[in-house]
């Protein structure tokens, strides 16, 4: 394990990074080169260790530059949603506490609404061209010294939560006295997979605001290995960049697979995939007939972790443990989970609870929320931590995931998980897409909505209605088929693939409220 430094010595011409998108290439030597030259850039701006930058960014080959210049010399690195509004924006910029603010021509529009809600004295710098209120990135970082610092202490990235209640949260780990090239501190998950090592090839086909698609790019830079990044996900071109650059790993979220194999079998099954031995899947569950097709396809290179944002604990599985225990997202690789109800009382196998995990320490805080902090605490043991999931543990230790407990339907004193209902509607050849959610009902305390999109030639009606319901009915009880199936032209997903169910729900709440 190293960092790029390392590489631009022993593998200078090699490239670190390949756009899928433009055929840009940048070696270990310019990787290096130009995050040298902003981290002194930013030690001229006064920023010292434990100081932060913000980052507003399309999946641009530079911002991997910007990553490595703020980890060597001891910031914190916020990236930003590109889809905020930008008083959503500069919320972040201001709640980061970022002394400079970074983003691209192609988010300048945006970026420049920004500068209005956002402290003048913060810094400023454009990549890829100029904008009133910004300095050129090209320019600045072509003026800085290429000198290595000295001393180059470790930083960190601050990603901010979904905020799916409320303002979103910084999600601050402790910076730790360690320099850069500290070998502890560059391991990844991706270890755990076959060919991990310099000659991995690793698609990035994810936004890399979102903590799994930049901490494991990044993770690969410091194996050596070239990372190609997607400027979005298209589940065609997704595989033809596989078979283009011979893709060794990739890490997808279960939506993406799901587009991919709904993609027509002559355009699926064209493409050469041979050279991938290591595709990850991560962020959200992902329904088993889903997983049983992904593995009857590209065979036993399919690998899965659970684990958040905070890093409150990380579980992985294999093909085969999965086939072995499916539905289940393995065994823990860091942390020690425990299953526990209400009051923090821990439950046997079986049982399903709030899942928390056991650290020396609590790896994370809510940046500037004490509330939110204490609450993902367990009421005993302040190193137990919790993200808000319910799942249970079987005898071997394998955990299971049913839900979100935000997400958790209650009806007639019956717990009722809608990923289980998503899980079996989505299979069905006439949904593309699917949420489930509760609603408040007088006599049962909620009921079960389902908003659907269909998929393309599909007409929606009541006959659909029936038929979606009659499914639902031949795979699972009859008190977990919804009570209403409304239909969309689409639903509202991020750009990492998660379901913004929390919009849907609220408009419902809205709508019901008003009437």
Known sequence: MSYPGDFAKSTPDKAAIISATTGERVSYAELDDRSIRLANLLREFGLVKGDSIAVLAENHVRYYELYWAAIRVGLYIAPVNTHLAAEEVAYQ????????????????????????????????LLIDGTAAGFASYEAAIAGASAERPPRQPRGEAMVYSSG??????????????????????????????????????????????????????????????????????????????????????????????IRVLKLPPEHRLKCDLSSLVGLVHAAAPCPPEVKEQIIDWLGPVVYEYYGGSEGSGITWITTDQWLAHRGSVGRPVIG?????????????????????????????????DTEKTRASRHPLHDNWTAIGDVGYLDDEGYLYLTDRRSFMIISGGVNIYPAEIENCLVMHEKVADVAVFGLPDHEMGEFVQAVVQLADGVQPG??????????????????????????????????????AKYLLRREYLEDSQKQ
Request: aromatic share 8%; glycine share 8%.
């Open 93 to 124: 910029v201001t709640d980061s506490n970022s002394k400079v603010f970074i983003s691209t021509l192609a988010m300048a529009d945006l970026a420049q609404q920004v500068l209005e809600l956002i402290d003048p004295s913060v810094r400023t």
């Open 164 to 257: 799916t209640t409320g303002r979103p949260k910084g999600i601050k780990r402790p910076l730790r006295d360690i320099e850069v090239d500290d070998v502890a501190a560059n391991g990844t998950l991706m270890m755990l997979t076959p060919g991990a090592d310099a000659s991995a090839v690793y698609l990035n086909p994810a936004p890399l605001y979102h903590s799994a698609a930049l901490f494991w790019s990044t993770g690969v830079h410091s194996l050596g290995g070239t990372v190609v990044v997607m400027r979005k996900f298209d589940p065609a071109e997704f595989l033809s960049a596989i078979e283009r650059y011979r893709v060794t790993h990739t890490q997808v979220v279960p939506t993406m697979l």
């Open 336 to 368: 020690t989970p425990h299953i526990c109800d209400e009051l923090g009382t821990e439950l046997p196998a079986g049982t399903p609870g709030t899942v928390y995990f056991e650290q020396p320490r609590a790896p994370f805080e809510y940046h500037g």
């Open 462 to 499: 009541t006959g659909t209605e029936t038929e979606l319901k009659a499914f639902i009915r031949t795979h699972l009880a009859g008190y977990k088929v919804p009570r209403r199936i409304d239909f969309r032209g689409e639903l509202p997903r991020m750009e990492t693939g998660k379901l």
